[in-house]
């Protein structure tokens, strides 16, 4: 095979060696999984870090997709509650990452176009409600929608729950306002809920419940991990009171007519759990319904729930959640925080930017509509790109590989890759990735974690986390790192610490394109110390510009006892990029880095400035 010239080569003394595979410096040679390890000549090994430019960056790890108590509540009908911010945040310290973006879909946070007038009627309102009956403990129960009694307030039907104690233990029967989409799903800070209550048969046994199921949170304070609960209750002794360490109960007088119960969530969470920050609390279920104890039987008539909020569209969120970033802060010194939004009202997109601001979504009288035409999704990623944002195109699953090339990626910056539902999908976002690289489509691979729960990040079938090469974790840094390309993602459960980087002429090029006007690159890829039964892959694909739809690419496989001081030595040939892949030993990822381009010096492409390699 063709022996290569030394060193790294620049565009003023390039090399006019023939084409040929990656190549290394070896002390024997191997076939190794898809590719062939051949001996190159002598290069002087560069340590890890070893250039000033280099040293002047440090790996940062990011967790780039987090919901919390601004996104819709659990995923189970029994409950769950959805993540606050408290728990998210525990998570990123259990796991050692250094920077949570907050990523809460927008059109929550905003509650956009959320129906705010609630009707007991049976039957959904526009396919948005329904309602689901639920027993908890020794009960019998029933509910029914009736046009006698009702509030004199709203027209239509009420509904009515009826329960009878089987035991001596408390039970409950309670129906779920089940709503389409979560509609009712968003932070408590401003809200107070009002509902019309007819209490038939109460009393110190039998009690009538509007239960509000908040926000998830990690132990604290002696108490257990869960989600917190508050309870409404018409009947039994009057006052606030803990019930369980996690379930706080406020009771009222009951009324011998029909009589409306104010409830202000985020003041009682604040009362009861004076130790918590109370804003960090989200709606997760709403339920209507009696709780009986002893044999006893009770009955209540529910109508009309008004939902009162006081946020506009786009200052009120972020500001509320950049107070709860600096409540929380002490709490959690080591995790840095930076707000984002998951644009969602068009294909889901994460925006990174310094003051950060929320698309200004028309108002509407008639709730949301998602357009996911190209040209919303243009119009919107070009809205963040104008105001300086860095915009990321999330989890493209179905994503047509023509459209891909046609639209450029829909002028997007960044594009999840790693997904949490496994290899194939995973496999799939990577091909996509291979066809933009191929049409000079630069864009930045990340990962998706996506989770809204805050319980146990690695309980998805993969947990992946995004790291940058990075002065600090700060706003300016990451985004220039993400506009450079210098990221990878990983699995820090199967390769703690990991690490990955391309370097020419000593310097950083992995996510840099590099024109020359003749001859070939030499560059080296670097890798932290690999598991024992891992492989190296470096990725070797065309960039011919051709407007493919598939990638056309090959593969060089290294064990960790092939490399020479973590790298091993590339020669890479103009209309071409390469990336690294770390695999274990059945072939799944373990990490991905991010590629680098060499193009000739006249290519017919336009590379974005920040993208393009410097020799000095």
């Not at 259990?94 to 879909?105: C, E, L």
């Not at 390309?485 to 840099?512: F, S």
């Amino acid at each position: 095979m063709t022996e290569h010239h030394e060193g790294s080569v620049e565009p003023e003394t390039p090399s006019t060696t023939p084409a040929g595979p990656p190549r290394r410096r070896v002390r024997r040679r191997r076939l190794i999984g898809a590719g062939i390890g051949a001996a190159a000549a002598a290069v002087a090994a560069r340590p890890l870090l070893s250039s000033s430019a280099a040293a002047a960056t440090r790996p940062v790890s990011m967790a780039m997709h987090v919901h919390s108590c601004f996104s819709e509540g659990g995923a189970t009908s029994r409950g769950g509650g959805g993540a606050s911010m408290m728990s998210q945040l525990q998570q990123a310290t259990k796991h050692g990452v250094d920077v949570v973006w907050w990523t809460d879909h927008d059109w929550r946070m905003q509650a956009y176009g959320y129906d705010t007038d609630i009707r007991f009627d049976g039957s959904p309102e526009d396919g948005a409600l329904t309602w689901e009956p639920q027993d908890e403990g020794p009960v019998e129960g029933s509910s029914e929608f009736v046009t006698r009694p009702r509030s004199p307030d709203e027209p239509g039907k009420a509904m009515r729950v009826t329960a009878r104690a089987t035991g001596s233990a408390q039970g409950s029967h309670l129906v779920w306002a089940k709503a389409g989409n979560s509609f009712y799903s968003t932070n408590l800070s401003d809200t107070t809920l009002h509902v019309d209550v007819l209490p038939e048969q109460v009393g110190p046994d039998a009690e009538l419940v509007v239960q509000v199921e908040t926000s998830y949170r990690p132990a604290t304070a002696g108490r257990p991990a869960g989600v917190y609960v508050l309870e409404y209750r018409v009947g039994g002794k009057p006052g606030r009171r803990l019930e369980s360490p996690l379930v706080g109960v406020v009771t009222q007088e009951p009324s011998s007519d029909w009589q409306t119960l104010v409830l202000e969530p985020v003041e009682d969470v604040r009362a009861l759990w004076p130790d918590l920050v109370a804003d960090d609390s989200g709606v997760a279920r709403l339920r209507f319904g009696m709780r009986v104890r002893g044999g006893a039987e009770g009955s209540a008539v529910f109508d009309r729930l008004r939902i009162e909020r006081s946020r506009d569209l786009t200052a009120w969120p972020l500001e509320t959640q950049r107070r709860l970033m600096e409540e929380l802060a002490p709490q959690y010194p080591d995790v840095t925080q930076h707000l984002s939004s998951e644009v969602s009202m068009v294909r889901h997109m994460n925006v990174f930017m310094e003051d950060f601001e929320l698309y200004p979504y028309p108002e509407t009288e008639t709730g949301p509509t998602l357009d996911r035409s190209v040209g919303a999704a243009r119009r919107v990623a070009a809205w963040y790109q104008q105001r300086g944002g860095v915009v990321q195109y999330n989890h493209p699953d179905g994503l047509n590989p023509a459209e891909l090339v046609q639209t450029r990626a829909l002028g997007m910056d960044l594009m999840e890759l790693g997904s949490p539902r496994g290899a194939d999908e995973t496999r799939a976002r990577i091909d996509l990735f291979d066809v933009a690289a191929r049409n000079g489509i630069f864009l930045t691979g990340t990962s998706q974690l996506d989770d809204h729960n805050g319980r146990d990040w690695t309980s998805y079938k993969r947990f992946w986390l995004t790291s940058a090469w990075a002065a600090s974790p700060t706003l300016g840094d990451l985004l220039a790192a993400m506009r450079a390309g210098a990221l990878w993602w990983w699995d820090p459960t199967r390769w703690p610490d990991a690490t990955m980087d391309v370097r020419v002429a000593g310097k950083r090029a992995m996510g840099q394109v590099l024109l020359l006007p003749r001859g070939w690159a030499n560059a080296r890829v670097e890798v932290s110390s690999l598991p024992d039964d891992s492989r190296l892959v470096v990725v070797t694909g065309d960039c011919d510009l051709s407007g493919a739809t598939s990638p056309s690419t090959s593969e060089f496989a290294y064990r960790p006892s092939d490399l020479d001081d973590g790298g091993v030595e590339l020669s890479v040939k103009p209309g071409t990029y390469i990336r690294a892949e770390v695999r274990d030993a059945g072939g799944e990822i373990l990490a991905f880095g991010n590629p680098m381009w060499v193009l000739p010096a006249d290519a017919s492409v336009e590379v974005p400035a920040t993208r393009r390699f410097r020799w000095s």
